[in-house]
């Protein structure tokens, strides 16, 4: 099993940490090319998304992946990267690749509340520790959505088919839990040791 991590702008380089923890090799998109090498998942990281959304596009990256993930490659976007797949931005007029049917909030939580820490329950896999950094969050989600964790109320984690996102940044803390649920959902031989 292979993982692509998207490399253009922000914390990719924990995801790759994360993926080697578990035994899972990953390379780094950054050109158009790199598209060309086979891998089971593609992980959006945290970041600026105005930033990623204009790479992106400049780096001609927007379609080509747009089109990976309605052909039903596995993509966890985190932060930044759930903005990414959100088909609405509620105080941003701009839409980047739209193809998860959540309407996120981004710098939700305000300037007091930019970063900070918190644990609370990931699915049925129990409490996780969660790393906020002035995050999104989701307000409204489709019935085809599962929602997976929620902090006061505020939707944090959610799952449509072959997306994940998380407001949070998983990456930066020792849990392996997400990063495992995610390889689940890219299937092989190889998770089933890692999840069992």
Known sequence: MRIAVLALQGAFIEHEKMLSKLGIASFEIRQKKDLLHSFDGLIIPGGESSVQGKLLK????????????TEKVPIFGTCAGLLLLSKQIENDGRVYLATMDITAVRNAYGRQLGSFYTAESFGTMGKIPMTFIRAPYIKDVSDSVVILATVNSKIVAARQGNQLVTAFHPELNDDLTVHRYFIKICGGEQLNRIID
């Open 58 to 69: 400049e780096l001609e990256l927007f379609e080509p992946i747009r089109k990976l993930i």
